[in-house]
Every structure is written in structure tokens, then in C-alpha cells.
T-cell receptor
Framework: KNQVEQSPQSLIILEGKNCTLQ??????????LRWYKQDTGRGPVSLTI?????NTKSNGRYTATLDADTKQSSLHITASQLSDSASYIC??????????FGAGTRLTVKP | DTEVTQTPKHLVMGMTNKKSLKCEQH?????MYWYKQKAKKPPELMFV???????INESVPSRFSPECPNSSLLNLHLHALQPEDSALYLC????????????????FGNGTRLTVT
């Protein structure tokens, strides 16, 4: 069983709408959690990093939350744009160069 | 555009060919990585170089041979590959030595799309 589970697997929304992607993990020990955006045919790009003491962090229209007690994180996208169509990958680090990747959520934003 | 450059973007090779993938970064990063990514799957770690020394080999078959000639370059030499090795090969770098990279983002290249026929 993967130690980083993402849901949903895929999501289709209309341009301008908001959405929330989920990441649940069982990785231990926990060092930090990152959200990456991967456009088709390109490498992943880091969006946010969350450490144990952080509950929420924003990067433009992206807001990440972390509940270290329940081992859950979410990525909220506000006022979606067509360019938000991509895979969003949750990566949890154990702190020793051991990074566990989620399978990603494939987001499609339609006009 | 990404600061990690990978060449070629696409590569088609036969099972008896020998080819190399190249990766270059000029950000002064001291850790460099090779990942393999199959369609609709997350990247899987293959190799990690820290200060130009191989620090992690995730039990990768010997038909994949990494090389780090200097701190800016990372190669992946390919020989006698199988069709199931077809994938997107991603190079990444991070600022600090691999063992301390937990707090540094990975900077990925755009990958080489490899097809083995």
C-alpha cells in the first residue's frame, strides 16, 4: 500500500470554479510535505512546502493546508484557469532524502 | 522555462543500441537525481548523486549506468534496454547534499521521452 494516497484520481471542473485536492499519508517520521504541479510532458514544479508546524500556506491562487495530527493535506485552487490543467503530486519527505510520491490527481479545467 | 536542461527531448532506440541521456544545471546545486516516470504514475527514484558521488542506487538494472562528470552534468548511459523501459526519464537537482535535501525543493528538467522498440 502506498504511503501517500491522493484523491480524487482525476477531476474535471469549469474555468473559474474552485477545487480541493486531498493527500493522506502514513509516512513516518514526517519532515515536510510538498505539492508539485506537473504539466503534460514536462517536469514537476514545486508549488508549496509544508512543515510540521505549518497549518496553511498560500502561493497565489493555490492554498495548501496540513493537519499533522490526522496526517492529511489539501491543495485548494481558487478561480481556476485553463492553465491549471495538470497533474498535482503530493510528496512527503521522511527527512533523510527518502521522499514518497503520491500517484497524483489529474485536473482538467474546461472553458 | 526550467533551469535543469535535459537532452534529447525524445529518443527512440532499439534493444541493441547504446545511447546516453544528458542533464545540465548551472544553479550550483550539489545533489542530482534520475527519476523514471511511466504514464499516469508518479516519478520513481533511480539514482542520487551527492557532490558528484553516487549516494543512492535504487536497485536499478545494470543496463542503466549513471555518470556525473562534474557538479553541473549528469548522464544516464543506456544499453540493451527492454521495451518496458520506455518511459519519461526526469533529471532533478537540489541545492544541498542529498542527505540534507529534505528541506530543499527538487528542480526538475522537462525529461527525455524514451521509446524502446
Amino acid at each position: 500500500k502506498n504511503q501517500v494516497e491522493q484523491s480524487p484520481q482525476s477531476l474535471i471542473i469549469l474555468e473559474g470554479k474552485n477545487c480541493t485536492l486531498q493527500c493522506n499519508y502514513t509516512v513516518s517520521p514526517f519532515s515536510n510535505l510538498r505539492w508539485y504541479k506537473q504539466d503534460t510532458g514536462r517536469g514537476p514544479v514545486s508549488l508549496t512546502i509544508m512543515t510540521f508546524s505549518e497549518n496553511t500556506k498560500s502561493n497565489g491562487r493555490y492554498t495548501a493546508t496540513l493537519d499533522a495530527d490526522t496526517k492529511q493535506s489539501s491543495l485548494h485552487i481558487t478561480a481556476s484557469q485553463l492553465s491549471d490543467s495538470a497533474s498535482y503530486i503530493c510528496v512527503v519527505s521522511k527527512g533523510d532524502n527518502d521522499m514518497r510520491f503520491g500517484a497524483g490527481t489529474r485536473l482538467t479545467v474546461k472553458p | 522555462d526550467t533551469e535543469v536542461t535535459q537532452t534529447p527531448k525524445h529518443l527512440v532506440m532499439g534493444m541493441t543500441n547504446k545511447k546516453s541521456l544528458k542533464c545540465e544545471q548551472h544553479m550550483g546545486h550539489r545533489a542530482m537525481y534520475w527519476y523514471k516516470q511511466k504514464a499516469k504514475k508518479p516519478p520513481e527514484l533511480m539514482f542520487v548523486y551527492s557532490y558528484e558521488k553516487l549516494s543512492i542506487n535504487e536497485s536499478v538494472p545494470s543496463r542503466f549506468s549513471p555518470e556525473c562528470p562534474n557538479s553541473s552534468l549528469l548522464n544516464l548511459h543506456l544499453h540493451a534496454l527492454q521495451p518496458e523501459d520506455s518511459a519519461l526519464y526526469l533529471c532533478a537537482s537540489s541545492p544541498t547534499p542529498a542527505k540534507d535535501s529534505w528541506n530543499s525543493p527538487l528542480h526538475f528538467g522537462n525529461g527525455t521521452r524514451l521509446t524502446v522498440t
